[in-house]
């Protein structure tokens, strides 16, 4: 099919296909953004510091509970700000916008931007893959601030291939809009929004022997604006938090994680094992298609999918030199993997070896919705801590699994389909995420503090005497989101309850279902879910009563 021919073929479904996509994956998401509690290692600790800020006025340096949070720069953290000044709470709903809308963007960028490249029938099948790409389609709903960060690295990876593409010489609006993109990304999260675009354009005009081309974009627009940009916070940063706060967030937060990381340190090869399961379903697909690009590989500054894998590779390497290591900071280079497998898909539908790709997953997916019995049978589960047994939504689970396995493998060999098969495949996975959003409503007092918290402030009610304390449960300072004001004591992990003295006393302890043997004076005990409970203790020496003699 020629360029025109495909462009006539796009012109023909306009955004349809994205639309309707977008529509199934917010249906898909729906049920988790509803139900599901805020978790304990990150979501709670942006709720506790954006209460914070509201409280003190601070928002350009922020503290967590009085001490100095410089992990992250501030525009995430002024959403959540937003959000509890808007609504006088804190609502999932509102906190996953931030994370949906970007990603629907990626989306719409990618399908507009790959119109040429793949035929008509795979873009739909390009979309499903992204949005059931592992690690992307938990960051949908995830509260983290790495969604909108890639969102503005695309943005700006996107204007760059315009201006060097461009036969005039670019006009200075665009070559401000692509510093805009840069500065955002980096207000976004830090010094990744900057490094990985300078790093992969430049290599990449680097491969293509055009260097003479860096200046359109990395010239001095686009240094001045981000010197003023990044000049304008830093000097707000300073006049509210002082040199310390400001040395923490230009120094320790970014050459200290970088070269001998205090947090979160992996060796070199992290990256290369956490894909393999961070990618799932399509891991096959695209580690084939990364190893297929390097050995066809030709020098073409004109080919979409060289500048692709020029994207991923370089992301690839920056990150695995990198002292500090998650599988959240290889986000960015998601939306260029999946649209390279895309790529390949389209130019060999008809190979075995991505027919194998696509069938190896479908057949897991399948004997897991077979095992869906086992799985919930109430012995099996509980030796998990979970009893999910209880849970209906997980038995349609099985059907769907079962269904889509074998539709996938239908359209892959009977029909030879390719894009229907990635098709029947994704939507196997958002039915699956769907079922799971109906099903974590029984696990949310499992997986936050929700649930505890309201127990407490309920026995607190009772009992108005009573100290309100947490006892081995992790991060259980951020607590302070759900209980509304009401002070309260965390108790070290490391002490025991039972030598201990602990005055206050009648208390009411918030800790795990093993812990609760070790708490002494237990008076009233509440399981939520089954790893947390709420105890009720009361170990006050009462006074013996005298009473009359009758000598």
Partial sequence: MTSIDRHNSYVGQGWQPLLMVLLMVLIAILPIIIFRDFTPSNELRYLSIADESLATGRWWAFTNHGVPYADKPPLYLWCIICGKWLLGSHQMWFYSLFSIIPAFVIAGIMYRWTQEELAPEFNTAALLMLFTCGLFAGMVFTLRMDMLMTMFILLALRSFRLLERSEEKPALGSRLLFALWIFLAVFSKGPMGILIPLLATTVWLLLTRRMRLW????????????????????????????????????????????????????????????????????????????????????????????????????????????????????????????????????????????????????????????????????????????????????????????????????????????????????????????????????????????????????????????????????????????????????????????????????AIVMTRQDCRREVPGVMESHSLGSKYVVLYCDTTEKPIKQTASNE
Wanted: aromatic share 16%; with cysteine; glycine share 6%.
């Fill in 215 to 506: 200046t359109r974009a990395w010239g001095w627009p686009t240094w001045t604006l981000l010197i003023v940009l990044c000049a304008g916070w830093f000097g707000a940063v300073y006049a509210e938090g002082g040199t310390e706060y400001l040395d923490n967030l230009l120094v320790h937060q970014t050459v200290g994680r970088a070269v001998n990381s205090f947090h979160h340190k992996r060796p070199f090869w992290y990256y290369l094992v956490s894909l393999t399961y961070t990618l799932l379903p399509w891991t096959f697909v695209i580690f084939g298609s990364i190893i297929y690009g390097i050995r066809k590989y030709r020098r073409s500054d004109s080919c979409l999918f060289n500048y692709f894998l020029v994207i991923v590779l370089v992301t690839f390497v920056l990150l695995s030199v990198i002292s500090s290591k998650l599988q959240v900071y290889m986000l960015p280079a998601y939306p260029f993997m999946v649209y390279l497998a895309a790529m390949v898909c389209a130019r060999h539908k008809d190979s075995r070896l991505l027919a194998a790709g696509i069938a190896i997953p479908a057949v897991i997916l399948g004997i897991v919705g077979f095992a869906e019995p086992f799985i919930t049978d109430p012995e099996w589960s509980a030796s998990f801590g979970f009893h999910i047994d209880r849970i209906t939504a997980i038995r349609y689970a099985g059907y769907a699994l079962m269904s889509g396995s074998f539709l996938t493998l239908w359209y892959l060999y009977k029909r030879k389909n390719t894009p229907w098969a990635i098709e029947t495949l994704s939507l196997t996975v958002l039915a699956l995420v769907f079922v799971a959003g109906l099903a974590i409503r029984s696990l949310n007092s499992d997986l936050g503090y929700r649930a505890i918290s309201e127990e407490a402030l309920s026995m607190k009610k009772d009992n108005p005497e009573a100290e309100i304390m947490t006892w081995r449960i992790d991060r259980p300072e951020n607590i302070d989101a759900y209980l509304k004001m009401t002070p309260f004591r965390i108790v070290e992990a490391t002490d025991s309850m039972k030598v201990m003295p602990i005055p206050g006393y009648p």
